[in-house]
């Protein structure tokens, strides 16, 4: 990632920077806040394997954090947190609320691990530059909370292969840059919003209780289907109208071949 930045993502960490340093946050505040986070983030996950060994606080150099596992900073010498990638480690535990102090934190991906608990509402206040959320292959629970429509800079969102549940919030559609939504595989129901109904039917499958474009499907029927049963429903009571058309034409018919009584 490093060199290969477009330019507009360079302008966009430019601004970032420049508005964390207006807003008074000199670098050492920063600094103490983003190893106050990674501590946390340390000392409440299990690692088995112990990849995040690496992960020493004694050292005081100027950038010593950048050389976490994990771990990517603004420059090579700034102890300023730009993403933290730790996928398929094994992780286990809640996501930690030492989050909070990665304020500057733009990628968050936490995938294929063994997360539980639920999906923190604060999140978005918390990591109000994410421009990446990637929770997939966990195993959270819960509802998708309505505040995540608040990181407003999300382009991608993947909660994709966990366990959450309820619908999916009408509030997303307000995630005017997002380019990836995926909750594929969950336990999810209801209607889809509107606003994805040009996304990939892959992104939400393997929700038996979704309905709505892009699946094609509403109440487990078919749009097809649908067509169909309202079609026969039309046809059926067509038939019955001309049915009772004929019936009473032909009884009047009868009536009026009676010879009349004298």
């Excluded at 302008?11 to 670098?27: C, E, K, Q, Y």
Aim: overall charge positive.
């Amino acid at each position: 990632m490093k060199g290969s930045c477009p330019s507009s993502l360079k302008i966009f960490r430019f601004v970032l920077l420049t508005r964390m340093l207006f807003a008074g946050h000199v670098s050492s505040t920063i600094t103490e806040d983003d190893i106050k986070c990674l501590k946390g983030i340390k000392n409440s996950l299990n690692e088995p394997d112990g990849k995040l060994s690496n992960w020493s606080f004694n050292n005081n150099s100027a950038g010593f954090i950048c050389n976490f596992a994990g771990v990517e900073c603004w420059t090579e010498r700034e102890d300023r947190l730009l993403g933290l990638e730790l996928r398929d480690m094994k992780l286990s535990g809640q996501l930690p609320q030492s989050l909070q102090y990665c304020q500057s934190l733009q990628t968050l991906d936490l995938s294929a691990n063994r997360l539980s608990g639920t999906v923190p509402a604060q999140i978005c206040s918390w990591l109000p530059y994410l421009v990446t959320l990637d929770l997939s292959s966990n195993d959270l629970s819960g509802s998708i909370p309505s505040e995540l429509s608040n990181c407003a800079y999300l382009n991608n969102l993947v909660l994709s292969n966990n366990r959450l549940t309820g619908s999916i919030p009408e509030q997303l559609s307000g995630l005017l840059r997002l380019k990836r939504f995926s909750v594929a595989n969950n336990d999810l129901k209801g209607a889809i919003p509107l606003s994805f109904e040009n996304n990939s039917k892959v992104d939400f499958a393997g929700n038996s209780g979704l309905c709505g474009p892009p699946l094609g499907k509403c109440g487990n029927l078919s749009r097809k289907s649908l067509e169909i049963i309202i079609a026969a429903g039309v046809c059926g009571a067509v038939f019955s109208i001309l049915s009772g058309f004929g019936y009473f034409w032909c009884c009047g018919r009868k009536t009026k071949s009676y010879p009349q009584a004298r």
